[in-house]
């Protein structure tokens, strides 16, 4: 499995005020916009094409355009906050949700919802902003493997590392697109230095 760090100083900056517990939700959601669209670009760097006969207002030309469909699967709810830029930049991109939900206590992840569009031959970008233990991504992968996609790739803003060894273990196959790799995780399993709760700090609740 592959891990791919996004090197942009952009990205740099983003993560920073993304950290800081200064800043409010409106600017977090606009953080947060940005840094995803960084990712989306990144994550799609390799999508396939296929070659399209066009005319221009001058001549005939042959052309690339995408030979697959792209599907996007945000993990509820703290996903959808990196679900817009994949609207704005694909404007054709299917979206599936899965709902997992932290035990606090525990750490480990159940499941209250799934709906995902047909997965077949699609190119599928499961998409989480924090990835912690791993467990929640591990088992979003799982539910998309089961409904039929081949070609998998899982799209974060932070990863610890914990979290990366367990998507490897679990799906060796599936590439990783993180804007940081962090420190650790401490003992209530939330990333260090991380950017705490992001959902919480998203949506202020």
């Known amino acids: 499995m592959s891990l791919h760090v996004l090197a942009h100083p952009l990205a740099q900056h983003v993560l920073t005020h993304l950290r800081d517990k200064t800043t409010k939700p409106v600017l977090f959601r606009t ?102 233990t791993g467990g929640s991504a591990a088992q979003a992968i799982t539910l998309v493997k089961a409904q039929g996609a081949t070609e998998i790739g899982f799209v974060c803003i932070v990863a610890a590392p914990e979290g990366v060894a367990t998507l490897q273990k679990a799906h060796p196959d599936i590439p990783i697109h993180t804007g940081a790799l962090d420190r650790q995780l401490n003992a209530r399993k939330y990333i260090l230095p991380g950017l705490g709760d992001f959902g919480d700090r998203l949506y202020g609740t």
């Not at 999508?47 to 042959?62: N, Q």
């Open 31 to 132: 953080l947060s916009y940005q840094i995803s669209l960084l990712l989306a670009l990144e994550a799609t760097r390799d999508l396939a094409t296929t070659d399209k006969e066009i005319e221009t207002p001058l001549e005939k030309v042959t052309a690339k355009v995408l030979a697959k469909p792209l599907v996007v699967v945000p993990i509820l709810r703290a996903g959808l906050g990196m679900l817009q830029p994949f609207h704005d930049v694909f404007p054709d991109v299917s979206v599936g949700y899965v709902g997992l939900e932290r035990d606090h206590e525990t750490a480990i992840a159940r499941s209250y919802y799934c709906k995902l569009p047909p997965l077949a031959g699609a190119r599928v970008l499961v998409v989480d902003p924090m990835l912690a």
